[in-house]
């Protein structure tokens, strides 16, 4: 195992390295936060892809292909007929509004007023993601260095702030660019093959396995469709995707970029599905289906390949966790904080650059330590990841897809779907449990009543916010960018 310590050790050395050079290189707010908006196609593709690709859907992805066989690949594959709606249809008016956040966008397609629930609704879930993102640190580390549940989330979660914390969006930028060339080498180009062969091939899977185990629809229709609900739209609609959006330097890159990226998550939910059904094959009664990736790449793969193919696994987790990290400190500092401290502290100077970089960073560090303690308490992952997609998509995805579709949406129509949307379903989860179909159904069948009703029964948005909103829809009008953030980065 020397050799595989040795690739961990140099790839987490490495990732600190990129943190130190983004902090000499993030000095304003829109280069910590966006990367300056400068990314170009190559580096947008690769990060984007990276973000969506966590350890939910590489150590998951796999846990559901030994369970269900290649129909396992539909959880993974939503994700990525997600981000190709979100990139064909609305990447490039999201990447022309030149806002920060998701709450930003409401607050200018509304006119001011739906900023701060949604801003809470959105913290929540983002928090939520980086929680069971970091949670995965701790089979990943168990695998490697046999150390403590404990011990292995404060490692990895440690790691992630760090960088995240030093250098904001450009650190993460470029690590999630080395995690996506790590993850496709380790994942499509090893460990796929490699699990295929040993398993006997396609003829021999096939011979061993259920004729169910090939049925693309085998999982069945409905857990299909609340797939569909809860990440599809989860895609269109969360800071930590938009977050990713904002960084493209043109809205062609946007468009797609993201659409490489999305056809490249399909192909990535298929690999985990067949590396799921082989691993059935060679290890048919495995207590727990999560545990296929890290036993078939601990037991099948040789020296030095291991550590590769689970310096992967660690990539998809980190490059979601600093993700959805970034995205939590950005809500919880512009979209909570700063309108509360306007709330109470009016007429307070405005911050330089440095005094926003500096605040921002102080809210990665203190999301992150949260997120850290938070994941050593919490024990169900799934639960947790479910709650936060249920409010996300419950809450949020009618008043903000509304918004841009819907000239006759209202901010009192916002408002009520969002209360609505997000309170039906934390009722409906508590009534049905958690882990139930019915709370996003109902949930979001509630939201898209009240914003029609509360829509057409209020007065209609003023025609001065409606320009506005159409200005920054062209790309005219939102912050100032200097001669020198204005410079193109290397694709």
Excluded at 115 to 142: N, Q
Excluded at 283 to 301: G, S, W
Aim: one cysteine or more.
């Amino acid at each position: 195992m020397a050799v595989d310590y040795a690739v961990i050790v140099v790839y987490l050395a490495g990732m600190l390295g990129m943190g130190w050079w983004g902090m000499r290189r993030a000095k304003s707010k829109s280069e910590f936060l966006v990367a300056g908006r400068r990314l170009g196609p190559t580096m947008y593709s690769g990060t984007m892809a990276a973000i969506v690709l966590g350890g939910a859907s590489t150590i998951g992805g796999v846990g559901l292909g030994y369970k269900y066989g290649l129909s396992g690949a539909w959880m993974v594959f939503t994700i990525g007929l997600g981000l190709l709606a979100l990139s064909v249809f609305f990447s490039a008016r999201i990447a022309r509004l030149k806002v920060y956040t998701v709450s930003e966008m409401l607050d200018l397609r509304y006119g001011g007023r739906a900023g701060l629930i949604s801003g809470v609704v959105m913290w929540a879930y983002t928090l939520m993601l980086a929680v069971t993102s970091t949670i995965a640190y701790a089979t990943i580390f168990d695998v490697l260095f046999d150390i403590n549940r404990t011990a292995s989330i404060i490692l990895g979660g440690a790691i992630v702030v760090a960088y995240s914390t030093l250098g904001g969006m450009w650190s993460i930028t470029l690590t999630d660019m080395v995690q996506f060339v790590v993850k496709t080498i380790g994942v499509l180009l090893l460990l796929l093959p490699i699990a295929v062969v040993k398993a006997g091939g396609f003829s021999a899977m096939k011979a061993q396995l259920p004729t169910e185990y090939f049925d693309p629809l085998g999982i069945g229709g409905e857990t299909i469709f609340t797939y569909v609900l809860i990440y599809t739209f989860g895609m269109l609609i969360g800071q930590d995707i938009w977050q990713r959006v904002f960084t493209a330097r043109s809205d062609k890159v946007a468009r797609y970029g993201g659409t490489v990226a999305g056809t490249y998550c399909l192909v990535y939910a298929l690999a985990g599905a067949v590396i799921g059904t082989a691993a059935k094959v060679l290890y048919p009664k495995l207590p727990n289906a999560d545990d296929a990736f890290a036993t078939i790449v601990k037991d099948e793969l040789p020296m030095g390949v291991r550590g590769l193919v689970l310096a992967a696994a660690l990539a998809a987790v980190m490059s979601t966790s600093s993700g959805a990290l970034i995205a939590c400190a950005t809500v919880a500092n512009n979209d909570i904080w700063s309108r509360l401290r306007g709330l109470t502290s009016r007429g307070a100077k405005e911050h330089g650059d440095a005094d926003e970089v500096k605040d921002n960073r102080l809210f990665i560090l203190v999301m992150g330590i949260a997120v850290i303690c938070i994941a050593i308490a919490l024990n169900n992952v799934v639960e947790a990841l479910t709650v936060a997609y249920n409010l996300l998509v419950g809450g949020l995805l009618v008043p903000i897809l509304g918004g841009l579709l819907w000239k006759r949406g209202t901010v009192a129509g916002a408002l009520a779907a969002v209360i609505v949307g997000g309170l039906a379903v934390i009722g409906l989860m508590a009534t049905y449990g958690i882990l139930a179909n019915e709370p996003i159904y109902y949930g979001l069948l509630a939201s898209l009543a009240v914003y029609i009703v509360g829509s057409l029964v209020t007065p209609p948005t003023d025609e001065a916010t409606l320009a506005n909103w159409r200005e920054r829809l062209a790309g005219r009008g939102g912050e100032e960018e200097t001669p020198a953030e204005a410079a193109p980065v290397p694709s």
